[in-house]
């Protein structure tokens, strides 16, 4: 199952609402998942079945979507999101990732 | 606190083997799908294979790229999860992280292990 991610990059300002999308080939239903990696750190798992936050995530990330398309929210961008954001499908094995987007300064 | 630790990564010939280790602590190890996820330099991440836990009697799976070369093993009598690697390739260069499975998703992952493939 492939997953594409849009766009790859983007630059946003402090306080900025951000949005990535994730389409996969085909349908995973809500098996989806979203994770935060910085430099030279291993990845954060942010959100869980497409929706569900993680304990400790602030509440300005949001996920939604269902079979094919989904969504990842940053309501109002803050200096420590300046990341890359990967989804990963987890209907089946090998559980593949998107390409990533990286968020960077405006 | 739940930790994964990886250790064994290094420089290596193409065509070589080398075998990484995961050290895992608080929590009940036998319970969990483990993993092998790897991120070339500068690019994302890839799912390398997995051990599922002894209920469902250790079966192992592996992405297509390594499938033949890489061989997944876990002993749960000392937390601990490996990645033996042959026949190694240059594009097999990565950062290495163990990372604990749940249904949801890799909820812990170690610090990483670097592995490079040159002459």
């Known amino acids: 199952i492939q997953l594409t991610q849009s766009p790859s990059s983007l630059s946003a300002s402090v306080g900025d609402r951000v949005t990535i999308t994730c389409r996969a080939s085909?349908?995973?239903?809500?098996?989806l998942a979203w994770y935060q990696q910085k430099p030279g750190i291993a990845p954060k798992l942010l959100i869980s079945a497409a929706s569900t936050l993680q304990s400790g995530v602030p509440s300005r990330f949001s996920g939604s979507g269902s079979g094919t398309d989904f969504t990842l929210t940053i309501s109002s961008l803050q200096p420590e999101d300046f990341a890359t954001y990967y989804c990963q499908q987890l209907i089946s094995y090998p559980l593949t990732f998107g390409g990533g987007t990286k968020v960077e300064i405006k | 606190e739940v930790q994964l630790v990886e250790s064994g990564g290094g420089l290596v010939q193409p065509g070589g083997s080398l075998r990484l280790s995961c050290a895992a602590s608080g929590f009940i190890f036998s319970d969990h799908y483990m993993d092998w996820v790897r991120q070339a330099p500068g690019k994302g991440l890839e799912c390398v294979g997995r051990?599922?836990?002894?209920?469902?009697?250790?079966?192992?799976e592996y992405a297509a790229s390594v499938k033949g070369r890489f061989t997944i093993s876990r002993d749960d009598s000392k937390n601990s999860l490996y990645l033996q690697m042959d026949s190694l390739k240059t594009e097999d260069t990565a950062v290495y992280y163990c990372?604990?499975?749940?249904?949801?998703?890799?909820?812990?992952w170690g610090q990483g292990t670097l592995v490079t493939v040159s002459s």
């Open positions: 085909q349908g995973i239903s809500s098996y």
């Open positions: 990372a604990r499975t749940i249904s949801s998703g890799h909820d812990y």
């Open positions: 051990t599922k836990n002894r209920a469902n009697s250790y079966t192992t």
